[in-house]
Nanobody, 123 residues
């Protein structure tokens, strides 16, 4: 399966963006799927995700209340709606999946990755 992201861009602080992660050659609902981000000089960090066995959405504390993760199983696509963006949200955002039944916040547990999309938030 392949995963292609889109939706990044440049936005002012307080603005919104919606990222998409489209799966091809595989059924997204069969995977645990998460979003990570990596800012220059920093380690890749967990943002949001959902396990394949649990309907709950999980979020990093830094984005809770501002970001919403969702899936459209019919379109085989996941979305990350990002509102009230802050300059600290500037990073390359990745979707990543695994076949594990539970969600991990460690990027090393995910073997399949999208290509990444740049999000830049200006102050």
């Amino acid at each position: 399966a392949q995963f292609v992201e889109s939706g990044g861009g440049l936005v002012q602080a307080g603005g919104s963006l919606r990222l998409s992660c489209a799966a091809s050659g595989g059924t997204l609902s069969l995977y645990t799927m998460v979003w990570f981000r990596q800012a220059p000089g920093k380690e890749r960090e967990f943002v949001a995700g959902q396990s394949r066995t649990d309907s709950r959405m999980y979020y990093a504390d830094s984005v809770k209340g501002r970001f919403t993760n969702s899936r459209d199983n019919y379109k085989n696509t996941a979305y990350l709606q990002m509102n009230n963006l802050e300059p600290e949200d500037t990073a390359v955002y990745y979707c990543a999946v695994s076949r594990a039944p539970t969600l991990s916040r460690d990027y090393r547990d995910y073997p399949y990755w999208g290509q990444g999309t740049q999000v830049t938030v200006s102050s």
